[in-house]
């Protein structure tokens, strides 16, 4: 039951050719007798949408405004006729995208049965002429074409406009009190930045030490103060050249694992993502999930037992998990892939795991995942893609490779997780700006909500280290290239990918995850299909899903071909290399 | 008398969308609220010459604020940003700005409530404080009102908000339907304990009784509201077994308090024609008016609710210059 119907793939044979387009398929999925309803908007041109919606949140093409506002009337009529149908749509039907009101509007209209709306103007069984449903529609106050013989709309004069493209200049700062020498740090860390920017070292130089001394004087337990220090450690090292510190893996997974234990984010991710990816291996019985970055695989236990709990049984699950080769002879992937077997196990599901060692996600080749024709496949990737988007010049950004190879294993489904931020912006103060609000949101964030040490001190250096990465280093070594979600929208569309909405359903459960952490603060926001978790309106992390949208190809006879899973992939299977291990599976 | 088709469309899908989230037993469907609101970030990056953060104004009560000001004409450029940096003009009106929603739907940052206050600071030349206030039903009575105060007394002692004319900080108060009524109870709170507000500003504010005014029987249902779902949010908001003449719904009714000789500010009460409550508000611009205090009435005989929220109406404009008018010294 999952929120996207291939059939209806004949709308998005223009898919291909408005890529900057958002591709609006929603579905109610609930009662008895599920439906699926899509409202393609593929097919057109760049959207001319009603500039005022659009500040209100709604994107509506002008054109459309007369189509939603007679949707908008049946549904009203249907609701006014029967009011059972409002608790069927509030609790029972999935919502996805409200801003794409148009389609919002059609999804819940085919919610209903057609027998409860007919002609708006008059709506049967309705005997008293004045009764408030007949008034609204029919007393000629909106100059309405389905009500007035002569349609003469009333088309307000206003231009639209497109929406400003204003996401990329975006910048946004919470803050708390803040003591007037918090204020002084900041000004003096953005002159900092600035002569950075400008090549003048020396003046950085001196500044990174007067801001040593201003630290003194600042409570550094909290708020700016708490940031400012490694902002000024990172500034530091940059000045010497040091770029990050060397880090083994062992390291990095220990301060990943309090990261994970001190603050909802990763947990977030983790969830949003198994929902989706649940839903999307509805239906199939043999399903494989490609992790890009394995660590503990604290994410697939969650997976496994909610497989396990499928009303039909669960699938034969593959999990692939790609990790950095193990120093010390130890063979960590597999050790990890051990114990999710074990799990697998004790709850009956079919398992097989394959680790692949590789130092750098741009050296994984398709053909290492062994992937199936027959098998649905979910890759999932949790804050890893902004990691491809380096290099050193002359060389492009391995994205460039990576996303195609993704794409041509024809996933079901793709899920997404990045650090909702601008930190890839070429010049450098303005990186470092972005950096300080979005840091200082994120270590506020772990101050009101994780009291408990050590995993709160360890968490804060691995940000620490995101901090000296962004500040501190270039080219390829620039690893934390953090994009937000409308740079990685535009990106994976030209990449052949389409959205595939989370609704109203993942966001539910995502919110009650959140009231297990104690603190207020943190809230889910919906943003155009896709989840954002925010510290106190701020959006940190945004969660997406993605599938491969079906390519065309002409043939002959003109008759327009779609991708279906048995082409175009290339994972017939190869005689594998040392690198991979293999669990054996524990049913066979 | 006709509204714009995209003001149709905005108002309908709201009124829907409130449907959906009002449940008979008084419960409200949280989640999908949330889920369906349409919110946007703040941008210290200016936009048409405004830009906007969010502060934490009380740590303990989680209150948040989204503060939006013009920008600064010497950096275009914001790389220099100092957020709180002392206003630089000689008077400067600072607006504390109270969203709508029947005390239960909406939040600072909902887009609509975004963009109103936006134009606001560019219409007024002035600084807007919009309150993240608590919300019914799961915060009733006074919480909102309680959180508006905390707000008061926030901005009151900021000194970077002081006017260099006289290092004062000139607050008016400011909100539509349930922010309305705010408005008049921050006020009064405001008055009791001699922090000065130069003005209220009232937009359709939410007020009820009762009593069945003519002005409900009549248009009951006719223009996007009903009799039913306002008593429903009256429930939501006031303490468990109250009735409507509860002050906080009727100030003016038979448990009211009187206002003479209290040194309320100055008010400017917006009344929209096709608004199904406005004998309430309509009674309290009255109220006032009898208890010896300032008061504008603005009666916009077609205007339906919401016709603030976008600009595409003469109501628009005519609202917005008066409230100019108002928070400026040399209007009155």
Sequence with gaps: MGPFDPSAAAAAAAAAAAAASSSSSSSCSGGSAPKRHHHHHHHHPPPDLDGLLAGAGYKVRSSELHHVAQRLERLETALVNSAAHIPHLASDAVHYNPSDLASWVDSMLSELPSSSFSSPCLPSGFPDPYSPAAAALGGGWVDHPSCSPHPQPHQNVVVPQQPQPQQQQQLTVVTALEEDSGIQLVHALMTCAESVQRGDASLAGSLVEEMRALLTRVDTSRGIGKVAGYFIDALGRRLLGLGSAPASAFENEVLYHHFYEACPYLKFAHFTANQAILEAFDGHDCVHVIDFNLMHGLQWPALIQALALRPRGPPLLRLTGIGPPSPDGRDVLREIGLRLAELARSVNVRFAFRGVAASRLEDVKPWMLQVSPKEAVAVNSIMQLHRLLGSDPPRDPPIGSVLPWIRSLNPKIMTVAEQEANHNRPGFLDRFTEALYYYSTLFDSLEAACPVQPDKALAEMYLQREICNIVGCEGAARVERHEPLDRWRARLGRAGFRPLHLGSNAFKQASMLLTLFSTEGYSVEENEGCLTLCWHSRPLIAASAWQAAPTVVNSPAGVINHDDNNNQLSCSPVPMLSIETDIPSSIQ | ?332
């Design chain 2, 1 to 332: 008398m006709v509204v714009p088709l995209n003001m149709w469309v905005l108002i309908s899908n709201f009124k829907l969308k409130y449907n959906l989230l009002r449940r008979p037993d008084g419960t409200f469907d949280r989640h999908l609220a949330e889920f369906l609101d349409r919110k946007v970030p703040a941008n210290a990056n200016p936009v048409d010459g405004i830009f906007s953060f969010d502060v934490i104004i009380d740590r303990t009560m989680n209150l948040l604020c989204r503060i939006y000001r013009p920008a600064f004409t010497e950096e275009p450029q914001p790389s220099l940003i100092d957020l709180e940096k002392p206003v630089d003009a000689e008077f400067v009106p600072v607006i504390v700005f109270f969203h709508g929603g029947s005390f239960a739907h909406s939040s600072a940052n909902s887009a609509i409530y975004d963009t109103l206050c936006r134009r606001l600071v560019g219409i007024c030349k002035a600084i807007v404080v919009s309150v993240n206030y608590r919300r019914a039903p799961e915060n009733r009575y006074p919480c909102a009102y309680d959180d508006g105060w905390l707000a008061l007394k926030w901005v009151s002692s900021r000194s970077w908000l002081q006017s260099k004319i006289d290092s004062k900080v000139h607050i008016f108060l400011a909100g539509d339907s349930s922010g309305g009524n705010i408005v008049h109870s921050v006020a009064l709170r405001a008055a009791e304990a001699e922090i000065e507000v130069s003005g209220n500003i009232l937009l359709n504010p939410m007020f009820g009784g009762e009593e069945r005014t003519e002005s409900e029987k009549k248009l009951d249902g006719k223009y996007f509201v009903g009799i039913r779902e306002r008593d429903w949010y009256w429930r939501a908001f006031l303490p468990e077994g109250e009735n409507r003449d509860h002050p906080a719904c009727n100030p003016f009714g038979p448990r009211g308090k009187s206002l003479e000789g209290i040194k309320f500010p100055k008010s400017l009460v917006v009344v929209a024609g096709l608004d199904l409550i406005q004998d309430w508000q309509l009674a309290y611009a009255k109220g006032l008016e009898k208890a010896g205090q300032e008061v504008k009435l603005l009666f916009l005989e077609q205007a339906t609710i919401g016709f603030y929220l976008l600009p595409n109406n003469n109501h628009f404009y005519t609202v917005m210059n008066e409230i100019s008018s108002f928070v400026n010294p040399n209007g009155k």
